[in-house]
């Protein structure tokens, strides 16, 4: 499966930002879905993740009642809808998908990745 993330920019904060992550190849649903972040110098982090029918969802607890992930399988598309934004927000945020259904949170045990796209918020 090939993975595009998009919708990161310059946001104040306090601001909301929506991120989506446009997917083709395989069948979409077959996969467990999940969002990263990695800001300059530190290394890739866990944001949320949704199984494949999109009714379990997991999140790290810098984001917690602020972030809700999504996903709509006939669209092939994953979401990330980020309200209440603070600076320390501020990271490349990374689509990835993984076979087997799991909630995981450890960036290596997924099998594909999206580009990337880039949160600033600013104070």
């Known amino acids: 499966v090939q993975l595009q993330a998009s919708g990161g920019g310059l946001v104040q904060a306090g601001g909301s930002l929506r991120l989506s992550c446009a997917a083709s190849g395989r069948t979409f649903s077959i996969y467990a879905l999940g969002w990263f972040r990695q800001a300059p110098g530190k290394e890739r982090a866990f944001v949320a993740a949704?199984?494949?029918?999109?009714?379990?969802?997991r999140y790290g607890d810098s984001v917690k009642g602020r972030f809700t992930i999504s996903r709509d399988n006939a669209r092939n598309t994953l979401y990330l809808q980020m309200n209440s934004l603070k600076p320390e927000d501020t990271a490349v945020y990374y689509c990835a998908a993984v076979n087997n259904g799991g909630l995981i949170v450890t960036p290596a045990l997924y099998d594909y990745w999206g580009q990337g796209t880039l949160v600033t918020v600013s104070s």
């Open positions: 949704i199984s494949r029918s999109g009714g379990l969802t």
